[in-house]
């Protein structure tokens, strides 16, 4: 505990060259180790599914395993199950999600004194005292349902528990924000039917990744409060929809949802997404020109290559409080948590939130904001388990 205390001090130390408050850092781990941490988006499945790799110890490949996690306080853990949206034409989608749900099922079963599959918000208070990471599952890309409300049914059944209806494309369930062809301006009529089965099954509709249009349908026609699983404020990226704007910010809260603040620094800042966007359009140029289809390891290797040689600078803890605090200032504390979009995003993290180990970091820049240990609470891990409540509330009243 010790070692690790001067390790977060000196990582702060290097994030923050004014004076740091060590007494308040050291209460920051500690609030870290007693609160309930949840995590809604951490992208670890689909690494296993490219390459397998003894998540039980500590290393430093990726962003997320067991040692690092216990470290940070990290209490439940979404796994995102999540299929490329090129999948959806090949028929392959359900088939890549149920490798994936099966990856985490593996690791549950080589270790079971360090990891659990949870299906129930209550497992979460009833497993919670035990040293273990409770892993939930979430869905990234709605394509795996593939046009079949049976499907919908199986992964409840396999334990899915939230579902990002779409990713980068429209696909046949609704409009995606990054996608300029807007086939259904919204919804599709099998997107309807899919919201209206999501709530009688109890599964949270994640609103990260759809257009505006979509998400507006949703709200209309949910019965329960959504998510959004790992999101940013379009306030400090004006113009990019894929983070949720203020009005939808309202409207989510008015609903008694809560939006999920992803870590990525192309969310946070404005200056960061520009030149992102920015490679992102050079980088599909390139791979249109060399005949290299996206998602493949040819097209991932020069993406990253890329990123090397032409890096867009990084946010820091405070760009994720800014995000937190623009929340709290427009509905207040109960409608924000986090969702950090670990092993998703590359080296596109802030200083100072690297990997799972550094969340204290951010509870100490809220605890310097002046946010209670309450509100802290409430922002980690409480507001989520209020709306999977709500969920299963929602689905109790229609079976």
Known sequence: MKRFFLLLLLSLINLYPQEIDSALLLKANELAKEITIVDTHIDLPDWLYDEWFDVSVKSDYGEFDFERAIEGGLNVAYMSIYTSPNLEAQGKSKLKADSLIKLVEIMEQLWPDKFKIIKNVSEIKKLNQQEKILLALGMENGSPIEGSLDNLREFYSKGIR??????????????????????????????????????????????????????????????????????????????????????????????????????????????????????????????????????????????????????????????????????????????????????????????????????????????????????????????????????????????
């Open 162 to 399: 939230y579902i990002t209806l779409a990713h980068y494309k429209s696909n046949h369930i609704c409009d995606s924000a990054n996608d300029p062809e807007r086939k259904w301006n919204g919804l599709s009529p099998f997107g309807e039917e899919v919201v209206k089965e999501m709530n009688r099954l109890g599964i949270m509709i994640d609103v990260s990744h759809i257009s505006d249009s979509t998400f507006y349908d949703i709200l209309k026609l949910s019965k329960a409060p959504v998510i959004a699983s790992h999101s940013c404020c379009r306030f400090f990226t004006p113009g990019f929809e894929r983070n949720i704007s203020d009005d939808m910010i309202i409207e989510l809260a008015k609903s008694g949802g809560v939006a999920q603040i992803a870590f990525a620094g192309f969310f946070l800042r404005e200056d960061i997404n520009q030149k992102y966007l920015a490679g992102e359009e050079q980088i599909k140029e390139h791979l249109k020109n060399y005949n290299i289809t996206p998602g493949t390891d040819s097209a991932w290797q020069y993406e990253s290559q890329y990123w090397t040689e032409n890096p867009v600078g990084s946010a820091t803890v405070e760009d994720v409080a800014n995000h937190i605090d623009h929340i709290v200032k427009l509905v207040g504390v109960d409608y924000v948590g986090i969702g950090s979009d670990f092993n998703g995003v590359g080296d596109h993290l802030p200083f100072g939130l690297e990997d799972v180990s550094k969340y204290p970091n951010l509870i100490y820049e809220l605890l310097k904001r002046g946010y209670s240990e309450n509100d802290i609470r409430k922002i980690f891990g409480e507001n989520l388990i209020r709306v999977w409540e709500k969920v299963e509330e929602v689905s109790a009243t229609q079976k």
